[in-house]
């Protein structure tokens, strides 16, 4: 099982970036996909999932209304769309999934594999 976090980058505050998270040799129908980021300094911290058995996706307050996630079936891919970014958006961002059967939450104990991150930076 494989998880390829990609689209970070350095972008200016209030610009756009897209996060893909590729899933290999899992399926996305068993399986949420959360996303969590950890800045310097900081502890990880969960900021969105997805649960496609229940078509529910979640966001912690600090990027609702600017972040989305989405799936793609065909490619076997979650995104996260993050708009009006802010410098304190900074951090690592990581995919991880988790069975569906666990009960969703951004818990990182149910996370039962993570991708290796990719780095944001929001800065001018």
């Known amino acids: 099982v494989q998880l390829q976090a990609s689209g970070g980058g350095l972008v200016q505050p209030g610009g756009s970036l897209r996060l893909s998270c590729a899933a290999s040799r899992l399926s996305l129908d068993f399986y949420a996909i959360g996303w969590f980021r950890q800045a310097p300094g900081k502890e990880r911290e969960g900021i969105s999932y997805?649960?496609?058995?229940?078509?529910?996706?979640y966001y912690v307050d600090s990027v609702k209304g600017r972040f989305t996630i989405s799936r793609d079936n065909a490619k076997n891919t979650v995104y996260l769309q993050m708009n009006r970014l802010k410098p304190e958006d900074t951090a690592v961002y990581y995919c991880?999934?988790?069975?569906?059967?666990?009960?969703?939450?951004?818990?990182?104990?149910?996370?039962?594999?993570w991708g290796q991150g990719t780095q944001v930076t929001v800065s001018s």
């Open positions: 991880a999934a988790a069975p569906l059967v666990a009960g969703v939450s951004l818990d990182q104990n149910i996370y039962n594999f």
């Open positions: 997805f649960d496609s058995s229940h078509s529910i996706t």
